[in-house]
């Protein structure tokens, strides 16, 4: 099955600084998404569900299973689309009960899950994994333990063993539910430098620095911010500005807005909301929060009242504004997911079995029902295989597709040894928006097989012509290689060769790169045509 528009485009980058014009993504031509459901198997549940949802009609096709898991209670997708990361299930290393974070492999046709591996989750009870931006680690958080973790990836998209393990600290009024620390979530800052782990028992969002070539975590200074006394913060999101940060707290209801700055990687709180009616007595627990891809709108799920609290966010302060509550037609929606376009909320009811669709009035962010419900036992988390494409109409997009190119030239660094510092670049736009410009800052190398080796802009040359769809010939020390990339009116891969200068070719490498530029055809989805270099 095709998947919808992919936000990794190519471009052309030379050892000068090249200036690019304004380029849109085009509207995606495919009518289906296909939707990973992370459940609990104490019940009928056997794993991982997947389901296809039609974007037209909004109605979600019967779930299949696409692996069977012991409790994968939460889902990551990692950034080149192949590989999918869950937390959950457990068993004893060394003696010891650990939780597991679990690999796997994705079937580009018919949406199966292939275990790749497993590996320590750094604690109990994982409940929580994010994939960093650059595809080199998943990060974890640990509720039983109160711990968080950094597992780097390998290129073949298995789990190594923990770089960083973290054991928070702290308690907080609520006897019943704080007495310890218990880690519920941890999220990446879209610069890929910070990490937010939420910890419900301490009342503490605890911040992190992340480095993503190591796949470390360090505390950041300052370590963490305290919320109100029993809050208990559960889940957080950041705002596609950049600019704001929302954490949803699970024990007083409330949803907590902060003023976030990229470069210190701090938080300054803004006004605390209620996400209940002010007429409801009822018990009340929160679990899920995200920001809508347009960033005018904030939902936060409510188990108890059974619905998703609907906030209008103000664009230059950050606060939130009340618009309602649309009943999840289901009980206890522990989790739900927004297509990568907007135009649909997936809820998934716990405790009534079944994911319910909504469609978003992109106006009012107020909710429909499709009328498309599924069945499935005790699903609990919903996410979409497919990357967030913004509007086109957005000068800050572009910026956007920038970082996604840096973050692949980064990962293609982390993939093969021949080639390191590949994602070494800065990104300068013009004070207008009209241009941006792409340079290195000659950190690339390029080593061969038997030891040779050339720095700076020549030698990313290789790399640069997997991601760009001009011809290219050009001295790299040893090697020449020439490679017609992409069509760009139908981005197919229309050629490759390679000339070998000297007696020292690399063949290795050249399998190594046709694999890869292989893997990004399968990624790139159609580009407007005025996407193709001038």
Excluded at 107 to 118: A, S
Excluded at 171 to 179: H, L, Y
Excluded at 404 to 419: D, I, N, R
Aim: hydrophobic share 35%; net charge positive; with cysteine.
């Amino acid at each position: 099955m095709k998947t919808t528009t992919n936000r990794h485009t190519a471009m052309v980058l030379t050892a000068m600084t090249i200036c690019l014009g304004i380029c849109t993504l085009a509207q995606c031509a495919d009518r289906k998404i296909r939707v990973y459901l992370g459940t609990y198997t104490r019940r009928e549940s056997r794993g991982i569900y997947v389901s296809d949802l039609n974007m037209t009609s909004g109605a979600l096709s019967e779930p299949r299973l696409a692996a069977a898991t012991d409790n994968p209670t939460f889902l990551a997708i990692h950034p080149s689309g192949r590989f999918l990361y869950a937390a959950g299930g457990a068993m004893r290393i060394d003696g010891k009960a650990t939780g597991l974070v679990t690999a796997f492999a994705m079937d580009k046709t018919t949406g199966k899950l292939m275990q790749l591996n497993r590996q320590s989750s750094g604690g109990r009870g994982p409940c929580h994994v994010v994939v960093d931006a650059n595809g080199r680690c998943a990060l974890a958080a640990n509720y039983s333990s109160g711990s968080i973790a950094s597992l780097p990836i390998g290129p073949d998209g298995k789990l190594r063993p923990a770089a960083s393990v973290i054991q928070h600290k702290g308690s907080s009024v609520n006897k019943r539910r704080q007495g310890g620390p218990h880690a519920h979530s941890i999220n990446l800052d879209r610069a890929n430098r910070f990490a937010v782990a939420a910890d419900l028992g301490a009342d503490k969002l605890f911040v992190y620095n992340f480095d993503s070539a190591k796949g470390t975590l360090k505390p950041h200074d300052p370590p963490a911010v305290k919320l109100a006394p029993g809050a208990g913060p559960r889940h957080f999101a950041f705002h596609p500005s950049g600019k704001f940060a929302y954490v949803i707290n699970e024990l007083d209801s409330t949803i907590t807005a902060f003023a976030f700055d990229a470069k210190k990687g701090t938080l300054a709180k803004l006004p605390t909301v209620s996400t209940l009616p002010a007429d409801f007595k009822g018990a009340n627990t929160t679990a899920e929060v995200q920001v809508h891809p347009s960033g005018k709108f904030l939902y936060g799920s409510n188990r108890g009242h059974d619905s998703l609290a609907i906030f209008a966010i103000d664009s230059k302060s950050g606060k939130l504004t009340p618009l309602g509550h649309q009943p999840t037609g289901g009980r206890t929606p522990r989790n739900f997911g927004i297509d990568p376009k907007g135009r649909y909320i997936l809820a998934a009811n716990q405790n009534s079995n079944n994911v319910v669709v909504f469609q978003v009035d992109q106006a009012t962010g107020k909710l429909k029902p499709t009328g498309s419900s599924i069945t499935v036992s005790a699903p609990v988390c919903v996410k979409f295989h497919a990357p967030v494409v913004k509007p086109a109409s957005q000068p800050k997009d572009i910026m956007g597709v920038m970082r996604s190119l840096k973050a692949e030239l980064g990962m293609l660094s982390s993939a093969y040894p021949e080639l390191s510092g590949a994602g070494d670049i800065k990104i300068v736009s013009a004070p207008d928006g009209s241009t941006h410009t792409v340079a290195y800052t000659n950190n690339c190398t390029f080593t061969g097989k038997r030891g040779y080796k050339d720095t700076g802009a020549n030698a990313c040359a290789v790399a640069l012509r997997v991601m760009t769809g001009k011809r290219y010939q050009k001295d790299v020390r040893h090697v020449a290689m020439q490679m017609p990339g992409f069509n760009w009116a139908n981005l197919k891969l229309v050629g490759w060769t390679t000339v070998h200068v000297g007696k020292r070719p690399t063949v290795g490498f050249e399998a190594q790169m046709r694999k890869l530029i292989s893997e990004h055809v399968s990624m790139i989805n159609a580009l407007d045509a005025r996407s193709a270099p001038k």
